[in-house]
Structures are given as structure tokens and as C-alpha cells.
């Protein structure tokens, strides 16, 4: 069975801080890809990132870096220097080889000015 | 190219009542999926047509919901009747073909159901 855990379900910080979000998946596939999400308070699912299960590299893009740890089933995002922008619900999904997306519970960043 | 189009982008209705939303998928997407959020929870998986045909459908919580997606273009996902336990945030998305997940998913807004 396919599961993403993202334990932290609510985050405050204040302007300029850095913060990670937390996101663990397990799944059995031994192909598959993950996937982080930004629901703004206008409600669309915004696409970040997607990484793939062989490519353990970070990512970096502008504010955002991805830490992906196969060993330890784990795909975390950090926003650094955040801005009251990002605020938003942030979703953790894993796709395997069933073709469908599971996501996590969503972590509700709320950054303040 | 248009995104994923949902309609209403809100519903209020009462218990017992017939609800359909409706979800346009981008152009040449055959893959198109339905979720859906209650308060506060993961969003949760509902089914998955690929063209016309329905994939999977093991996320539908129980026989009230109906999916249909006609000729594979949009789909329509009727709720009757509704229960107060329906309420959320319905999600549609779709994606190109592909053997090998490669894609993710492009989401609409969208729909919030209320049922009271």
C-alpha cells in the first residue's frame, strides 16, 4: 500500500525565516515519483516539483530546495527566507505504478509579516 | 493551452439532494482523475477514467457517487443523494498518457460542496 505521512500539519513563522516541510511516503514500487503541491487560498493545486524514485539529487529552484532520502523514505521541502506569499496548504503525493497520485494530509504554512 | 476547467467552483445544497459537478480535462488528456478533500484531511483518491473507461474506481466511497465520463472528454460526478459527510473540496486533474507516472497532474480549482 502506497502512503504519505506529513506529520507537521500546521507551521507559523515570521517573514525571512526558513522552514522545512516534512514529508514521508512509503510504497512498495520500486519505480515511482514524488511530488509537492502549493494550494494558495484561491484554491487551485499548484505543481513544484516532481522527482523521481532514481534520481536522489536536491533540488534547488530560486526560495525552494528539495531534500529526497531514499534511505530514509523521506522528501522535504524548505522554503528559505519565506515570504508572506507562501502562504498556503503545501501537499506531499507519491505516484507508483498504479498510476494514481497519493497525497498526504498538507501542511498549512502561514507566514507573518 | 486551458487548464483543467471544474464547475461550480461552489455548491450549497441540502441533505438528500442531487448534486453534479463537472470537470473539463485539458485537450488530449486521457487521464483524468477525481479527488476529493474534506476538512482538514488528505485529499483522497476517488477514480480514474482514461478516455471513457474507467480505470479505477476504488476510491469511490459508496454507491451515491456516480462517475461518467462520456465520449472521454469531461466528466461528471453526481453525488445522490447527498449526505452531510460529502462536503469538501472535489478535485479533478488530468494528464497526458503514460505508461510510467512520468507526469504529474494538472488540478483545477476546484469545486466546493457544502451540504447542510
Known amino acids: 500500500a502506497q502512503k504519505v505521512t506529513q506529520a507537521q500539519t500546521e507551521i507559523s513563522v515570521v517573514e525571512k525565516e526558513d522552514v522545512t516541510l516534512d514529508c514521508v511516503y512509503e510504497?512498495?514500487?520500486?519505480?515511482?515519483?514524488l511530488f509537492w503541491y502549493k494550494q494558495p487560498p484561491s484554491g487551485e493545486l499548484v505543481f513544484l516539483i516532481r522527482?523521481?524514485?532514481?534520481?536522489?539529487q536536491n533540488e534547488i529552484s530560486g526560495r525552494y530546495s528539495w531534500n529526497f532520502q531514499k534511505s530514509t523514505s523521506s522528501f522535504n521541502f524548505t522554503i528559505t527566507a519565506s515570504q508572506v506569499v507562501d502562504s498556503a496548504v503545501y501537499f506531499c503525493?507519491?505516484?507508483?505504478?498504479?498510476?494514481?497520485?497519493?497525497f498526504g494530509a498538507g501542511t498549512r504554512l502561514t507566514v507573518k509579516p | 493551452e486551458a487548464g483543467v476547467t471544474q464547475f461550480p467552483s461552489h455548491s450549497v445544497i441540502e441533505k438528500g439532494q442531487t448534486v453534479t459537478l463537472r470537470c473539463d480535462p485539458i485537450?488530449?488528456?486521457?487521464?483524468l482523475y477525481w479527488y476529493r478533500r474534506v476538512m482538514g484531511k488528505e485529499i483522497k483518491f476517488l477514480l480514474h477514467?482514461?478516455?471513457?473507461?474507467?480505470?479505477?474506481e476504488s476510491g469511490m466511497p459508496n454507491n451515491r457517487f456516480l462517475a461518467e465520463r462520456t465520449g472521454g472528454t469531461y466528466s461528471t460526478l453526481k453525488v445522490q443523494p447527498a449526505e452531510l459527510e460529502d462536503s469538501g473540496v472535489y478535485f479533478c486533474?488530468?494528464?497526458?498518457?503514460?505508461?510510467?507516472?512520468?507526469?504529474?497532474?494538472?488540478f483545477g480549482s476546484g469545486t466546493r460542496l457544502t451540504v447542510v
Open positions: 486533474a488530468s494528464s497526458p498518457w503514460t505508461g510510467g507516472g512520468v507526469y504529474g497532474y494538472t
Open positions: 510504497t512498495r514500487d520500486t519505480t515511482y515519483y
Open positions: 522527482r523521481n524514485s532514481f534520481d536522489e
Open positions: 503525493a507519491l505516484r507508483g505504478n498504479n498510476n494514481d497520485m497519493r
Open positions: 485537450s488530449g488528456h486521457d487521464n
Open positions: 477514467f482514461v478516455k471513457e473507461s474507467k480505470q479505477d
